[in-house]
């Protein structure tokens, strides 16, 4: 082991440990160290950088206790993930392979990994009062930063294997191009190291680390996805929040439907985020009826377990006047993918008051359900190319049926392919849709539509039986 300075932990390890006398912490080659510099090198370890050191592992333990009393999780357990520096991971590989080192014991036969998750989990256990476990909802994640023989060791690396370290001809373009040592990163030192030759290994020179190790931690917790139907009983209230190139911003926080429903949500769970996504959308004056729109919701990082579907349900529906939600349930991050997929084929039922110009001709109205299903053309709306290309697609209407109000107003019901504009079908936007109702109706009269709901999102949603509501006792079940 000349010319290798290890801690008192990793020399327990070694066989030989007979080196540790005095009650020095340290040994050292040089023998150099002295009375005053011994607390601070006490942490000085070629291997393991001090991470094993227990003064150390206890500040660090300390550390993620406080900030565990500071977040309210309310969890009893956790999953611990340790990065170490990737210095320390190619020093591992390469003891390996050293058998000139005469290393036996824990230290030979143990990984490292498990070494120092086995150093770290009492201490965090007793400063936490979580119990580190191998499968829990919370993940801590401690990295050690050491960064001080990245340069040496890339040199190293760089004489036996310089095609691994090439710059990719992007990054050199760069005015400052990223040092060559951006280039050694964990995986590389593994796949170099299964590659590397034992008398190469013997020529590596284990120095001992100057700077202690700097040590962070991030607690996240896995996240909820939630799925449910959202009705929307107002002519006056957005899906989504308005952005900048949307018109007439509004710019009332909690003004739409998504804002709402994530704003409680992030309230009850302590959320770092929400993420809300819906199987299309209507416009701000399209009331959604019947069972609602599709709808998921992501919550990162939760804090607290969710109270029982049905009492988000009935909070949130008493909370707000314009909007029910209904079907609440957890389901899997693939499961709230369905939700983007396949967007082209669901069909949605619509109603709508219309306005004709010419007296209603009742005939010509109920003539009007032999004349679906229908392909329609339709250009990009006016109202929308602000933000939409201008692009002519075909449209599908499944079925149409009328039925006279008075002498100038109809209610129509229409069955089409998602992605179809409604309005525009009426009204026939200047031509740009063709053919239009008017066209069906009465090429000679001009329709208009003054209100439209949405009565169906044709979704099996949320999937699997949506009649059978079980409530999740504890919502954050996985
Ligand atoms: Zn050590």
Redesign the pocket.
Known sequence: MAGMT??S??ERQVRGKAKVEGGASTSTVDGATTTAAAAAASEA?A??FGT?NPQFVARVAADVGRAVKNDFYDVKDFVLSLNMPVSLILREEIVKMRDDLGFAGTLASVPFRIRAIDAYIGALYEATGLRPTKCSNLNLTITFCNDEFLKPDCDFLLDHFPDEFIMPAKKMRLAEPPPIESLLTKVKVLSIASRLQADVAKKFNFETPTNNCVSSFELSRDPIFLAGRYCKFSRNLPQSPWTADDHAGSGIVGGSVSEQVCQFLKQKSLADVTRFTASGREDIDVRMLGEGRPFAVQLVNPRKKLPEWSTIEQEINRTFNDIRVSFLRQVTRAEADILKIGEEEKRKTYTALCYSSKRVDPVMLAALQNKAPLELKQKTPVRVLKRRPLIERPRNIFQMHALPIDDHHFQLRLTTQAGTYVKEFVHGDFGRTRPSLADLIDPESEVDILELDVEMVDLEWPPGNITAQQPVPNGLAK
């Open positions: 290890l801690c932990v990793c370890c291997l393991c094993l």
